[in-house]
């Protein structure tokens, strides 16, 4: 009986074999991107749903980004959006809104198609965010055979629901691109390129830059660095920029310690032709294991290191914050109906003060620099609204009248996060600072854990002081201006009246001593040059034609040039110019001696607090 038994059994089970189809129901996106088959500069992406089991699905392009504060409607470089079922009949689909699509018979889609154009091509400079321009170092390039620019959220769309499982993204490309990036290619094709990723923000996280190869990579404390350049006529090569910007990441490594644990870091550097239909807004976008960074390839080499130095380094650390310590609304962020978290104070304003204070703490600048960038920092927040909430600035930042004070986070939140770290010196005599309050707010919650908005003041006075706790309610939740004189005399640092060196070219930043000669095109000074000391000095004259600098050629065709080349000269550098005066060329020789303008500043003054103020910034 028992042998029967197990006989009928068995016989039972070859029978629902036979009979029975099981289907695994899948859990991952997969989106593969064509940047072989580019046509009329756009490229095809083919989305691979999940298995759904709702009548209707919604399909998102990216409203919004972390890191943007502003609305930029991604799906509007969209178009042609298709949805097909598995025998490539297509589905009915409807367009809800420009980055929206809500698809029927959904239980039957296997993949959507889409073309996406490019935003560097439609920037014309006059303005960034909602309605505008795209902010190029969130936007993206397509240049076929040549360069494309992978932001992620620019090219691969979500369904409702469906961010929190695994996306897996393909890449064709040609073979004499590379794509650099901090993900790991899963495929050995030098043709295809294969990411794995956990989650939908894992690989919005992630961008990609593909271009002949010119890359450089070393490796800090652990961490490997790879530094990518796009040239478009080759000005630069990555070797040209990377031993400054490995001086400055070690330095940061340095002043970070342990804090971050990153196994891999990538700079994408984009050098854009501003001549042409190309990328016209400068600056960074911060990501977990890389930064996207868009510069002007005219810019002098030493101009466009030194700006590297600020920008990559604010980037960086934005590992910190909101990286590593960050609200719900950042973790669980919304690309389409997005919520802002209270506290920019901390994600941009602690991200811009570290970006400073590592400079002076690290010997890369003086003493006196830090003050004077302070300085500037408070000049700046006094022009804007000083007494609006900063919390509810925050909160609100994407509508009016809070979005016109959002620039404000990289004056008046540097601000805020130097005063916290001063108090936190004082009532510690010099132990402890801000840095080590992001450390333990980092043990507290960290990159997998986020806090929710109304914990983070009552856990920063929990791990701090109630004094901070009380700087807090009072300053950046309240509408009380900050006394940042008071905070500076607890260094021994007081308000003093500094000299600030000026551009040579340009009065106050703002009106220009020379002109251009419309017939020729050629650089010329003002009539009246009375007021400007360096080009007294050097014995330039009203309506001279400046025809060369130190051996440089300049006219209207690269005036931006001398402008940025300008930055970086300092008073008695020797100086060559070339002029024509009354039609006869001449040659006119010195030293730099730049003008003055005198602005509010600070200086240390009290030697008993010497040893507190070396440890809020050498310590």
């Keep these: 009986m028992k042998k029967i038994l197990m006989t009928l059994s068995f016989a039972l089970f070859l029978m629902a074999c036979k009979t029975t189809s099981v289907t695994t129901p899948k859990n991952q996106v997969d989106v593969s991107i064509d940047l072989v088959n580019v046509k009329e500069d756009k490229v095809q992406v083919t989305v691979t749903p999940p298995t759904l089991t709702t009548e209707k699905t919604t399909f998102h392009i990216p409203k919004i980004v972390p890191g943007t504060y502003s609305e930029d409607n991604y799906g509007r470089f969209v178009e042609n959006v298709k949805a097909f079922d598995k025998k490539g009949n297509p589905l009915k689909i409807a367009k809800i809104d420009e980055n929206s699509y809500e698809i029927s018979d959904a239980t039957k889609l296997t993949k959507i ?33 040549e360069n494309f620019v992978i932001n992620t959220h620019g090219f691969v769309g979500y369904f409702e629901d469906k961010k929190e499982i695994p996306y897996s993204l393909e890449i064709k490309h040609p073979s004499s691109l590379w794509g650099a990036t901090s993900m790991t290619d899963m495929n050995s094709s030098n043709e295809i390129d ?12 992630h ?35 990377t031993p400054e910007t490995e001086k400055f990441m070690r330095a940061q490594k340095k002043f970070l310690g342990k804090f971050n644990a990153n196994k891999k870091y990538t700079v994408l550097l984009y050098l854009s032709d501003v001549m042409a239909k190309d990328a016209k807004g400068f600056g960074a976008l911060e990501h977990t294991t890389s930064t996207t960074v868009v510069m002007p390839e005219m810019m002098p080499l030493e101009a466009l290191k030194e700006q590297l130095k600020d920008v990559v380094s604010h980037e960086f650390f934005h590992i910190v914050t909101p990286l590593s310590v960050h609200s719900r609304e950042i973790h669980y962020f919304d690309y389409n109906n997005p919520k802002m978290s209270e506290h ?10 570290f970006a ?105 006075t929990k791990l701090t002081y109630p004094e901070i706790g009380a700087f807090l309610n ?47 095109k050629e650089i010329k000074a003002l009539a009246d040059v009375s007021e400007n000391i360096f080009m007294t000095t050097l014995g330039i004259k009203g309506d001279d034609h400046i025809l060369a600098i130190n051996g440089t050629d300049y006219n209207l065709d690269n005036i931006y040039d001398l402008i940025m080349s300008s930055e970086s ?51």
């Excluded at 939140?413 to 005599?429: F, H, T, V």
């Design 113 to 145: 198609t889409y073309w996406v154009n490019d935003t560097f091509d439609t920037e014309s400079g006059e303005g960034f965010g909602e309605g505008e321009d795209i902010f190029s170092p969130a936007g993206t390039n397509i240049k076929a055979g």
């Design 344 to 353: 920019l104070w901390m994600y941009e304003g602690i991200t811009e003060y």
């Design 569 to 619: 000269w300092k008073d008695g550098d020797e100086m060559t110019v070339k002029i024509r005066r009354a039609g006869k060329e001449q040659v006119l020789k010195g030293k730099v001696v730049l003008p003055k303008e005198e602005k509010d500043g600070f200086i240390a003054v009290d030697k008993s607090k010497e040893a507190l103020k070396n440890a809020w910034l050498k310590g």
């Design 207 to 241: 961008p990609i830059m593909y271009s002949k190869p010119d890359y450089t990579e070393f490796n800090v404390e652990g961490m490997d660095i790879i530094i990518s350049v796009y040239s478009p006529k080759g000005k630069y090569k990555a070797a040209d920029i």
């Design 474 to 520: 009072k300053y950046v939740a309240g509408e009380t201006p900050i006394p940042y004189d008071e905070y500076f005399a607890k260094m021994g640092v007081k308000n003093t009246k500094v000299q600030i060196p000026g551009n040579p070219f340009l009065k106050d930043q703002r009106k220009p001593y020379i002109t251009v000669d419309q017939s020729t």
């Design 356 to 460: 400073n204070l590592f400079q002076v703490n690290q010997g890369l600048i003086t003493e006196d620099d830090f003050f004077k960038r302070m300085a500037g920092k408070i000049e700046q927040a006094n022009s804007m609204n000083d007494k609006m909430s900063f919390t509810k600035m925050s909160k609100n930042v994407l509508n009016p009248p809070y979005k016109e004070q959002y620039l404000n986070v990289y004056q008046k939140g540097a601000l805020i996060a130097m005063c916290i770290d001063i108090q936190m010196r004082e009532l510690s005599n010099g132990k402890r600072g801000i840095l080590s309050l992001m450390q333990d707010l980092s043990n507290e919650f960290g990159s997998n854990k986020p806090f929710n908005d109304e914990e983070l003041f009552p856990t920063i």
């Design 194 to 205: 294969v990411f794995n990723t956990s989650r939908y923000a894992e690989l919005m996280d």
